[in-house]
């Protein structure tokens, strides 16, 4: 039975997950479909940690760690969760990651963060002609992140995204695929009702029968929907309406839910869906209390000795489907610096007829691929 401690990497990368969970997707209440993917930001924002020091690594470390004295055990975790579980039948799931830090060829790079950098997965440093060609820069990054995703985010940076300013940018790229342990029967998909904040609206819904993970209290029902490769998702639908419980939800309610969660017949219905979403990292880390790495008192001093570097924006995509067979899904994180996741009994029917949240995770080390909130699929 999977349980999450007091406190740990662990609980510390769920807490993260909620924080910025709320702080990207905003009020249920008033916002709709949300999604990005917990484990992209926290590698790319892991880098950035030790890439600085002083009052912005401070500010980055406690919304990481919640005050740890380095990101260490966070790095372990997300290398933990970067490898998944050994699969010996059907299609073997597939995860890629990468860690590229993009530098301007003139820009002088210290030696023990490339070391540093490459021990994370997928990690390395390249090139690219940020002052002498932005744009080509830009494309050259986007070309690598679309390689990495499966083309899922051909273009992650936007025009204007690099300019002849920018010197460096830190890309994370995750891509995931991988099939259900009780695929749902395609001949049983048919469209069904979903009641949205717009009203009532017929969407494809899927339907299975089959031994899954469950649980219902303090207001929730979970299902655990096993994947290939140790990968679960897990569907959280409240008993009411999202947008007054949301909030409610937090790390001990779905500690307390994954405690209780036993094995049960569920008869499931639950969408199909495809969520593809940006998110404006800049705004909602400076509303959590990161904000020195974005002026010109951040010190970079662990990554190039140019005391002119200072992070101008985090942009973040991330892509997920959800269909009969499994789950698909790439997200990628840039960091642009420029200078100046067998009991026998009646079937449990769990209807998924309203928005709900989805985390897709690493079932062995807890770490939350994707998140997401789903209010109009």
């Not at 990101?71 to 799931?93: C, F, I």
Request: charged fraction near 25%.
């Amino acid at each position: 039975m999977t349980k999450l401690k007091a406190r740990g990497p662990e609980r510390d990368h769920l807490r993260f997950c909620f924080a910025l969970h709320r702080a990207i997707a905003g009020d249920a209440a008033v916002s709709g479909d949300s999604c990005f993917s917990p484990y992209s930001v926290a590698s790319a924002l892991g880098l950035t940690s030790r890439a600085t020091r002083g009052a912005a690594a401070a500010e980055l470390l406690h919304l990481l760690t919640g005050g740890e004295a380095d990101v260490a055990k966070q790095a372990e975790l997300l290398g933990a969760a970067s490898s998944l579980d050994e699969h010996d039948r059907g299609e073997p799931p597939v995860l890629a990651a990468a860690n590229t830090l993009w530098a301007w060829d003139e820009l002088p790079l210290n030696e023990d963060f490339l070391g540093e950098l490459a021990a994370w997965p997928g990690g390395g440093v390249r090139t690219a002609p940020f002052v002498r060609d932005p744009d080509a820069a830009r494309r050259r990054i986007n070309a690598d992140v679309a390689e990495t995703t499966r083309r899922l985010i051909p273009e992650l940076l936007q025009p204007g995204a690099v300019t002849d300013d920018t010197v460096a940018c830190l890309v994370n790229a995750l891509y995931l695929k991988l099939a259900w342990t009780h695929p749902f029967p395609a001949q049983r998909t048919a469209d069904g009702d979903f009641h949205s904040p717009g009203g009532l609206r017929r969407v494809p819904t899927m339907h299975q029968s089959a031994m899954l993970g469950h649980a219902a209290r303090d207001g929730w029902q979970l299902v655990v929907l096993p994947g290939a490769g140790g990968v679960q998702a897990l569907i959280l639908l409240p008993d009411g309406d999202l947008a007054s419980q949301e909030s409610d939800l937090d790390p001990d309610v779905l500690a307390n839910l994954l405690s209780a969660k036993g094995n049960k017949q569920v008869s499931l219905s639950l969408p199909k869906f495809r969520l593809d979403r940006r998110a404006a990292l800049k705004t909602a880390l400076a509303g959590l209390g990161v904000r020195t790495m974005f002026t010109r008192e951040a010190d970079f001093a662990p990554l190039t000795p140019d005391p002119r570097v200072f992070v101008d924006d985090v942009v973040h995509q991330a892509v997920l489907r959800i269909d009969e067979e499994g789950l698909e899904g790439a997200a990628a994180t840039a960091v642009v610096f420029r200078t100046l996741a067998m009991v026998h009994a009646e079937p449990v029917e769990v209807v998924v007829d309203r928005p709900f949240l989805l985390l897709v995770r690493h079932a062995r080390t807890g770490v939350v691929y994707f998140f997401a909130r789903v209010v109009e699929p």
